[in-house]
């Protein structure tokens, strides 16, 4: 599982979600207005770890959940 960003488009809340694929998972509601009409922020998880971070504690969490 890994853990997403997502923006909702209606009312620009951003939230985080576990999917375990998002490709075939069921898209999360926004918690804030429960539109589905939210767009992937997918940058701002993976530029944590390619950031040149090298000794953050959540990698390993994040790493086991990159096995697809
Ligand atoms: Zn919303």
């Known amino acids: 599982m890994s853990v997403y960003v997502y923006q909702c488009t209606r009312c620009s809340e951003v939230f985080m979600v576990l999917l375990r694929n998002p490709e075939t998972d ?3 509601a926004c918690p804030n ?3 589905t009409a939210i767009q992937p ?3 701002e998880v993976d530029g ?3 950031a040149g971070r090298s000794s953050t504690p959540a990698e390993s969490c994040s790493t086991n959940g990159r096995f697809t």
Request: with cysteine; proline share 8%; hydrophobic share 25%.
């Open 26 to 28: 069921q898209l999360p």
């Open 33 to 35: 207005c429960h539109s």
């Open 41 to 43: 922020q997918l940058s």
């Open 48 to 50: 944590l770890n390619q």
